[in-house]
C-alpha cells in the first residue's frame, strides 16, 4: 500500500515569521479573516485560542436577529398581499430551524410575543376575504400552527438568556 504525502508548498506566509503573522497581522483582521488566515497556515503554526462561549452565543444571536429584522423589513410597506403571505410564511418556517428557535427558548417576552402575534394573525388569515389564494393563507396557518405547537411542546423553558455584556468574538 502506497502512503500518499502532500507536499508543503512554500506561500507568502512562510516569508514572514511566525509572531509577526501573530502579534502584527492577526489584531488587523476581522473574525472571518482571522479563521481563514489561521487556516492557510501549517497545522503546527495555526493558533489554538479558544472564543468565549458567550460571545459565540451573542454572535449567533446578532445574526439570528439580524435576518429576521431583514424579512420584517420585506413586510414594511406591505398591504395585505399574496407576497406578504409568503414572506410571512417564510419568517414563521425560519423560526423553526433550531438555530432560530433558540431565540424563542432563551427569551421569555420574544416568546410570548410570538404567541400571541399566532394567535392574532391566524385568525385574521381565516376570516380574510381579500385577493389572497385560500392555498397561501392555509400554508401560512400551517406554519403558524406548527410554531406554535413546538413552542408549546418544548417547554419547560428556563430563564432569559441575558448576553447584552458579551464581550465581542475575538481571538484573545
Not at 101 to 119: A, D, G, H, S, V
Amino acid at each position: 500500500m502506497a502512503k500518499h504525502f502532500i507536499k508543503h508548498r512554500p506561500t507568502v506566509l512562510d516569508q514572514l515569521p511566525l509572531d509577526i503573522i501573530q502579534y502584527h497581522v492577526f489584531p488587523l483582521l476581522d473574525y472571518n479573516s482571522r479563521i481563514h488566515l489561521n487556516l492557510c497556515l501549517p497545522n503546527w503554526d495555526r493558533v489554538p485560542t479558544r472564543m468565549n462561549k458567550m460571545s459565540m452565543l451573542k454572535h449567533d444571536q446578532d445574526t439570528c436577529i439580524e435576518t429576521i429584522r431583514q424579512i420584517f423589513t420585506q413586510i414594511e410597506g406591505l398591504d395585505v398581499s399574496e407576497k406578504k403571505f409568503k414572506i410571512l410564511t417564510k419568517l414563521f418556517k425560519i423560526n423553526q430551524l433550531p438555530r432560530y428557535f433558540r431565540l424563542i427558548q432563551q427569551n421569555e417576552n420574544y416568546r410570548n410575543m410570538y404567541l400571541l402575534k399566532i394567535r392574532e394573525m391566524t385568525d385574521a388569515a381565516i376570516d380574510y376575504r381579500g385577493q389572497v389564494e385560500l392555498n397561501t393563507r392555509l400554508k401560512f396557518v400551517s406554519e403558524c400552527k406548527k410554531l406554535r405547537n413546538k413552542i408549546e411542546n418544548s417547554g419547560p423553558y428556563g430563564p432569559t438568556l441575558v448576553l447584552a455584556g458579551a464581550p465581542p468574538l475575538n481571538f484573545t
